[in-house]
């Protein structure tokens, strides 16, 4: 299994963890990718089948305190964030502009 978080613009700010199957996260983070935008995934992959994707992840929820790592990050309501997340869609890949030295130094190690 693999955890995904979850980060949307609603005001309880939860930004929840939920696990998918290989195959789930697959199909959501096609590649090398480690981060989506909801709508780009109903784009690539239509509306029914990113809810037969989805729908099964709201039923495996897993508290933050039991994760072993965060796989992917999915995220809602992200018109405002598009323009700063990395083209490739990998974390290693964050304009070194919004990221601090330890991660450059960090994601420049694992490319």
């Not at 929820?61 to 990395?86: C, M, N, Q, S, W």
Request: net charge negative; no cysteine.
């Amino acid at each position: 299994m693999k955890n995904i978080q979850i980060i949307d613009a609603a005001p309880n700010a939860t930004f929840s963890i939920f696990q998918a199957t290989d195959d789930e996260f697959g199909e959501i983070f096609p590649g090398e990718r480690d981060l989506e935008i909801a709508e780009d995934l109903v784009a690539r992959v239509g509306e029914e089948r990113a809810i037969e994707l989805l729908n099964p992840l709201w039923q495996r929820p897993i508290l933050k305190r039991d994760v072993k790592g965060i796989h992917g990050t999915l995220f809602y309501d992200a018109d405002a964030r598009r323009e700063f997340l990395p083209n490739s869609r990998r974390e290693l890949d964050w304009d070194e502009r919004y990221i601090n030295q330890a991660q450059r130094d960090l994601f420049r190690s694992h490319r």
